[in-house]
């Protein structure tokens, strides 16, 4: 079998969203095709297949294969990547990443926008559906392995789950997350299992890394096609795998935005968006769920604010449990967060972004995790893509893309970090307003208080104690220890 020497270098084409990055690399396949290149575009979603296909110049021959075209994705791209009949193939990253790397022999890889490098699946498990779990896995030292001899009865079981929830007549007794968990266990992922919880239940998590670093190695060449790579999660784990950079040429020239843009956080100074301070009632006592119905919470009066300094139909960026039942249907876009290739609202000059991004309890114990295995830090890296990358692709669906806009453009967005990450990207000329985080309903947080327990907590954390012990030992809730463990460890860097 022939040696090949694994490819460390990816090519990068950073610029801004809207830029061109997408037709910069149209231009140029088909002079590629015709240097006897081979190339696979990995899309993020199925939903712009339709619009790069679109764009193609006529008569340019490809083939696409995904959920939308055939039923056996993973056998059809194997053969495709095999036999070379087509030599333009279009796919989601979902897709390439679940075929076999060396597969990839041979072939240019393009990517569109950053692909996932590391999730952090968490689900609390009712004391009868953790005892469905532990047929088939152990808990040793707080983790959860295969039971010796019972990998065959995890295949079996996964197998049911799929069928049934293909619409087979059969009985499974897994649920959504007992699969996923299983799922975890059957790849090699760690899982780990937590303290029971005030209600019985006890959370169990995991941590999976991608692989498609694995994919990358095989290809001939990988281009990703991004707005921001340099401080993301993706670029962790690249330095994490020995990755290098290029500059692709696929970059396309940018000028930047022409349009004037005015930014508005919400929260004030100093403060960060999360979900626990927005979803306290206006009132000032209940959390989310204390709220009584037709109460208000902050993020509902904040909207109100918001939509008082707005024009036209305003684009909303808003999680799922921001259910703004006051709110009528034609007064916003209602947008999904994830808004890659979200283009018919370039009419639209503001955008509202109630988002957060701030990493869970489980996210902080899966960084934890990741910082002892590899010796770094990367909660910035989490942020920058569960919260900041996301920010910019959603207001960037605006006017503001628009070269020959004239109207000025309103963002409201969560924090100052937010406001700070678009004026350091792509918008050195946006001007930053705190005026309306001055009149929003955001009480203080009497988290500031000083917490007597702390030194003790601290002590546990340099001894090495585990959170689960330390809530024993201290009292202080699991949800807390998380936030007091980055001050203790930014406290011995300092």
């Given amino acids: ?117 590391a999730d952090f699946p968490a689900f609390p498990f009712e004391p009868s559906e953790l005892d469905q779990l532990l047929v088939n896995a152990v808990e040793q030292g707080g983790r959860l392995h295969i039971r010796e001899g019972c990998a065959g009865a995890i295949e079996t079981s996964l197998a049911t789950f799929k069928a049934v929830s293909a619409g087979a007549e059969r009985t499974s007794m897994l649920s959504k997350e007992g699969a996923r968990i299983y799922e975890c ?82 929260m004030p100074k100093g403060r960060n968006y999360s979900k626990s301070a ?36 305003p684009l909303l960026f808003s999680n799922n449990w921001a259910s703004f039942r006051w709110l009528q249907r034609s007064a916003v876009h209602r947008c999904s967060i994830d808004s890659r290739g979200l283009n018919e609202y370039q009419g639209e000059t503001d955008a509202i972004l109630l988002f957060g991004g701030n990493p869970s309890p489980s996210d902080q114990l899966a960084l934890e995790f990741l910082a002892t295995k590899y010796g770094r830090d990367f909660r910035k890296g989490f942020i920058v893509s569960r919260l900041l990358e996301p920010s910019l692709q959603a207001v960037t669906r605006t006017a503001v893309r628009d070269r020959n806009n004239t109207k000025p453009i309103r963002l409201f967005v969560q924090d100052g970090r937010v406001a700070e990450y678009l004026v350091s990207t792509y918008m050195p000329d946006a001007v930053i307003d705190w005026s309306l985080s001055e009149i929003c309903p955001v009480k203080e947080d009497r988290r500031t208080t000083p917490d007597a327990r702390k030194p003790r907590v601290y002590e546990l954390f340099a001894q090495g104690k585990k959170n689960a012990e330390i809530v024993r030992l201290t009292g202080v809730h699991r949800n807390t220890l998380p936030s007091w463990r980055e001050d203790w460890r930014l406290g011995r860097a300092a």
Avoid at 56 to 61: E, F, R
């Fill in 1 to 117: 079998m022939t040696n090949i020497a694994p490819n460390k270098v990816i090519h990068t084409a950073v610029s801004a969203p809207g830029a061109g990055k997408t037709q910069a690399f149209i231009a140029q396949i088909p002079s590629l095709l015709s240097a006897g290149r081979s190339i696979i575009l990995a899309l993020p979603t199925l939903d712009l297949t339709d619009s790069f296909v679109s764009r193609l110049p006529a008569g340019l021959l490809h083939r696409v294969i995904n959920s939308t075209t055939c039923d056996h994705v993973g056998s059809e791209l194997k053969t495709a990547l095999k036999k070379r009949a087509n030599h333009l193939i279009i796919t989601t990253h979902q897709s390439i990443f679940a075929v076999r790397p060396n597969l990839l022999w041979g072939w240019t890889l393009v990517i569109d926008e950053l692909p996932p490098v």
């Fill in 185 to 266: 266990l059957k790849d090699g992922h760690p899982v780990f299992i937590d303290s029971e919880i005030s209600n019985g239940n006890r959370y169990v998590r995991a941590i999976v890394e991608s692989s498609c670093w694995d994919t990358f190695a095989a290809a001939d060449e990988v281009h990703v096609l991004a707005a921001s790579v340099i401080g993301s999660q993706f670029d962790d784990f690249a330095q994490v795998h020995g990755v290098t950079y290029a500059r692709s040429d696929f970059t396309p020239a940018f000028d930047g935005y022409t349009s004037v843009v005015t930014i508005y956080p919400v």
């Fill in 278 to 313: 927005v979803t306290m009632t206006t009132h000032g006592s209940g959390a989310m769920d204390q709220q009584k119905q037709g109460e208000l919470q902050v993020i509902d009066e904040i909207l109100k604010a918001v939509l008082k300094r707005t024009t036209g139909t």
